[in-house]
T-cell receptor, first 116, second 112 residues
Framework: DGGITQSPKYLFRKEGQNVTLSCEQNLNHDAMYWYRQDPGQGLRLIYYSQIVNDFQKGDIAEGYSVSREKKESFPLTVTSAQKNPTAFYLC???????????????FGSGTRLTVV | DQQVKQNSPSLSVQEGRISILNCDYT??????FLWYKKYPAEGPTFLIS?????DKNEDGRFTVFLNKSAKHLSLHIVPSQPGDSAVYFCAASANTGNQFYFGTGTSLTVIP
């Protein structure tokens, strides 16, 4: 079955540590996205990538980093510079029509990160 | 600045009645709109879409209406069922856009 997999489901991090969230898709989608969900704030874009080895900052990129070495994978690193990392993180993927229209996202099941 | 807005954080409806969730947008370039449904601790799942060439799209109990002049769309669920209790997000994109913009969500509770 094609889909998008995020791991782990729950993650605990000590203050001052970096942590990496995994996102893998087997949908052959070109574009991948990382969102953060906080109560009452909806989905806020952290980073996105439309092709391998290229990515762009979203609205709240500070304190995060990403890589896109393979089409299937788009890991997110939450660095110690992120002031308030406790949140629910969602990865999504999509692709474009031949006319360049972005199709709707397929989301992963999310990772709950808690700083302890 | 929030380009897609859902001004009602929560909504409660009796089972069997109609649920109406609203969404407003500010960017006139948006021409493709989606609704997603999200349960706690899960990823959003696609519900229904509408293109700006239409003003209505139906899929079973779900209907989305688009009023381009008012920059407003709404999701109607009828009849509402307890399993519809979830957070609903609307999202919008432009024809040449490379991302969707999301509203802040409306938490729907359907009371049995």
């Amino acid at each position: 079955d094609g889909g998008i997999t995020q791991s782990p489901k729950y993650l605990f991090r000590k203050e001052g540590q970096n942590v990496t969230l995994s996102c893998e898709q087997n949908l052959n989608h070109d574009a991948m996205y990382w969102y953060r969900q906080d109560p009452g704030q909806g989905l806020r874009l952290i980073y996105y990538s439309q092709i391998v080895n290229d990515f762009q900052k979203g609205d709240i990129a500070e304190g995060y980093s990403v890589s896109r070495e393979k089409k299937e994978s788009f890991p997110l690193t939450v660095t110690s510079a992120q002031k308030n990392p406790t949140a629910f993180y969602l990865c999504a993927s999509s692709t474009f029509s031949t006319q360049g229209r972005l199709f709707g996202y397929t989301f992963g099941s999310g990772t709950r990160l808690t700083v302890v | 600045d929030q380009q897609v807005k859902q001004n009602s954080p929560s909504l409660s409806v009796q089972e069997g009645r109609i649920s109406i969730l609203n969404c407003d947008y500010t960017n006139s370039m948006f021409d493709y709109f989606l609704w997603y449904k999200k349960y706690p601790a899960e990823g959003p799942t696609f519900l229904i879409s509408i293109s700006s060439i239409k003003d209505k799209n139906e899929d079973g109990r779900f209907t989305v209406f688009l009023n381009k002049s008012a920059k407003h769309l709404s999701l109607h669920i009828v009849p509402s069922q307890p399993g519809d209790s979830a957070v609903y997000f609307c999202a919008a994109s432009a024809n040449t856009g490379n991302q969707f913009y999301f509203g802040t969500g409306t938490s729907l509770t359907v009371i049995p």
